[in-house]
């Protein structure tokens, strides 16, 4: 980890449930590590941006305007508006202050709505994204093309690791804003407690995904960090496809529910399947992911758990 060593590194969105993970590993790697607010400075504004990365070595950008299905139908300009002109921001900032080394983070949302399985790097522009998604995604794509852009025109370093979905303690666990993990997590773990009969769940329960425990993501960012120096999209998932109905029963045991699962099919599923090759970056940065769906549900419950005391 003597990359590390007294590195000035900046996380945007340092304080945020992906964020706090990273930071701990970089005080662990003996990085001089700082996460600025957005209360402090705003990256939708250049001065915002420049100001948060200044003086920084490494910018690992975290920061964004996210949420689940709920919340992208109900603020698709917000997210379009606010992811881009963070990106934009960030990379021109970065520029300025010559940093050495930028982790732009980019989402699975960024594929197209019809992607062959496993989603392979060189699809990722082969069609628009699924419709809830795509203010949200077509926002993170562009930070491709800026950091090759910027590659180019600037010889900047900078990679942009694509995330599969998330999930983990500390998550985000609000009904009507959160992943899917984290909402069925509250909705279980308060149906067992109240001795609920049913709970509802959106849509049908047929599309898949993969889901990535956080430290897991903290860890392949540093990795990126170290090893990668390219503009080409690198995957970071596990590569395992788990459907949302078996997800569901997974979580409904660990839980020790006992109760009926209904579907509201009038709920929307978003993309039918999701789910990565992660071929590329076990070649390039050397990441695997290590936690297990089922341990990582289990940490996840009990941190949720822990937090209702």
């Not at 209360?39 to 939708?44: N, P």
């Not at 250049?46 to 964004?64: K, N």
């Not at 960030?90 to 709505?113: F, G, M, Q, T």
């Not at 180019?152 to 690791?161: A, D, I, K, N, T």
């Amino acid at each position: 980890m003597s990359y590390w060593t007294d590195t000035k590194a900046v996380v945007t969105g340092g304080h945020g449930f992906l964020g706090r993970g990273v930071v701990r590993l970089l005080d662990e790697a003996g990085a001089d590590v700082r996460a600025p607010r957005s209360s402090e400075h705003d990256l939708r504004d250049p001065s915002g941006a420049e100001a948060a990365i200044r003086g920084a070595d490494v910018v690992i950008h975290l920061a964004a305007n996210v949420g689940g299905i709920g919340y992208n139908l109900r603020n698709p300009a917000a997210l379009i508006r606010d992811n881009t002109l963070m990106g934009l921001n960030v990379y021109e900032a970065c520029r300025d202050a010559n940093v050495d080394n930028l982790i732009a983070v980019c989402s699975v949302c960024a594929y197209p709505k019809v992607t062959p399985t496993p989603f392979s790097e060189q699809d990722i522009w082969n069609g628009f994204p699924e419709e809830s998604n795509a203010p949200y995604g077509v926002a993170k794509r562009l930070l491709l093309v800026l950091s090759d852009a910027y590659r180019r025109e600037h010889g900047m370093r900078s990679s942009v690791p694509v995330l599969a979905n998330l999930y983990g303690p500390g998550d985000n666990f609000d009904l009507e804003d959160s992943h899917v993990i984290a909402a069925m997590i509250h909705k279980y773990v308060v149906a067992a407690e109240t001795e609920q009969p049913q709970v509802v769940l959106w849509g049908t329960g047929a599309p898949s995904r993969e889901f990535l425990y956080v430290d897991d993501a903290a860890q392949a960012l540093l990795l990126a960090a170290e090893h990668c120096d390219s503009s080409e999209a690198v995957n970071i998932g596990t590569g395992t496809e788990t459907r949302i109905a078996d997800l569901a029963t997974l979580i409904s045991d660990l839980v020790g529910y006992g109760g009926e699962t209904v579907w509201d099919s009038s709920r929307p599923d978003g993309q039918s399947e999701r789910y990565l090759n992660v071929t590329r970056a076990r070649e390039l940065i050397g990441f695997e992911a290590q936690t297990s769906l089922e341990r990582g549900l289990r940490a996840t419950i009990e941190g949720f758990r822990a937090d209702r005391r």
